[in-house]
C-alpha cells in the first residue's frame, strides 16, 4: 500500500515533518519512534486518512482514547460500528443492543479483560480501562489495518505483551505509535524512526539498540 511519497505534513504552515515517503505491505507491522513532538501523531494522522482514501477499513485507538464518559464501556465499544449503519439502527443499538452485536462486543471485551466492567460508565473506570476499551473499539470495528496512537501506554508491561498479541491476532497489518521500546522490538516487523522532523529510520527491528537510543538523543 503506497501512503505518502515526498510528503510534507503538519497542521499550520511549518511542517512538522519533511519529505516523508511510506509504503506499508499487508502483513506489516509498523511501530513508530521518536521522542515526544517528533511527528508520530501527525505521522499516523496522514497514514490513516490515506488509508480511507484507498477504501481500506481501518480502526483506530487514538491517544486521548475518543470515547464516551458518560456511556458504559459495552456501549463505547458498540460505537465502533456505528459508521456501518444508518441512524435508526444505531440509536436502536446504543439503547438496546441486538443479541448478536452484544454478544460480539462482550466478545472483544472479554479480550481486553473488561467483561465485568462492560456495564459500568466509562467515567468510573481507570486510565488503562478505559485504553482497553478504546482497543476493544477498536477490535470490535476489525478491518484491513489497525492505527494506534500509544494505544498500550497505560497498562502494566505483563498487559501490554498481552494485548501486542490480541493486536498482532486481529489485525493482518497495523501502524502503532509505542513509547516502550522493548516492547515496540518484539511487535514490529519494520521500526520507523523521526527526528529533526525526517524520517531517518526504516528498518527491521533486528539493528543495533544505539540506531534506536540515537532517535531519543537530544
Same mark, same amino acid.
Given at each position: ?20 515517503? #511510506? ?7 509498523? &511501530?513508530? #519512534? !521518536? ?41 463505547? &465499544?458498540?460505537? !465502533?460500528?456505528?459508521?456501518?449503519? !444508518? ?7 446504543? @439503547? ?15 479480550? $481486553? ?47 501490554? %505483551?498481552?494485548?501486542?498479541?490480541? @493486536?498482532? %491476532? ?7 505509535? #509505542?513509547?516502550? $521500546? %522493548? ?8 521500526? @520507523? !524512526? ?17 540506531? @534506536? ?6
Amino acid at each position: 500500500m503506497h501512503l505518502l511519497e515526498a510528503a510534507d505534513l503538519g497542521y499550520g504552515a511549518t511542517p512538522v515533518l519533511r519529505g516523508v515517503t #511510506l509504503h506499508v505491505a499487508v502483513g506489516e507491522r509498523l &511501530v513508530l #519512534l !521518536g521522542r515526544s513532538g517528533a511527528g508520530k501523531s501527525t505521522l499516523l494522522a496522514a497514514a490513516r486518512q490515506a488509508l480511507l482514501d484507498q477504501g481500506r477499513r481501518v480502526a483506530l485507538v487514538p491517544q486521548d482514547h475518543a470515547l464516551v464518559p458518560q456511556l458504559s464501556a459495552l456501549r463505547n &465499544v458498540l460505537m !465502533g460500528r456505528l459508521d456501518d449503519h !444508518g441512524a435508526a439502527y444505531n440509536l436502536a443499538t446504543l @439503547i438496546r443492543p441486538r443479541r448478536a452485536d452484544r454478544d460480539a462486543a462482550m466478545a472483544v471485551l472479554d479480550q $481486553v479483560g473488561l467483561r465485568p466492567e462492560a456495564d459500568r460508565a466509562v467515567e468510573t473506570l481507570s486510565g488503562g480501562q478505559k485504553q482497553r476499551v478504546a482497543l476493544a473499539r477498536a477490535l470490535y470495528r476489525g478491518g484491513d489495518v489497525l492505527v494506534g496512537d500509544e494505544p498500550l501506554s497505560a497498562v502494566d508491561p505483563a498487559q501490554a %505483551d498481552t494485548l501486542a498479541g490480541v @493486536i498482532r %491476532d486481529a489485525f493482518p497489518t497495523a501502524i502503532l505509535a #509505542l513509547h516502550d $521500546v %522493548d516492547l515496540a522490538l518484539g511487535f514490529a516487523t519494520r521500526l @520507523i !524512526g523521526l527526528k529533526y522532523g525526517q524520517l531517518l529510520l526504516d528498518s527491521a527491528p533486528d539493528i543495533p539498540r544505539d540506531l @534506536i537510543e540515537a532517535l531519543y538523543a537530544r
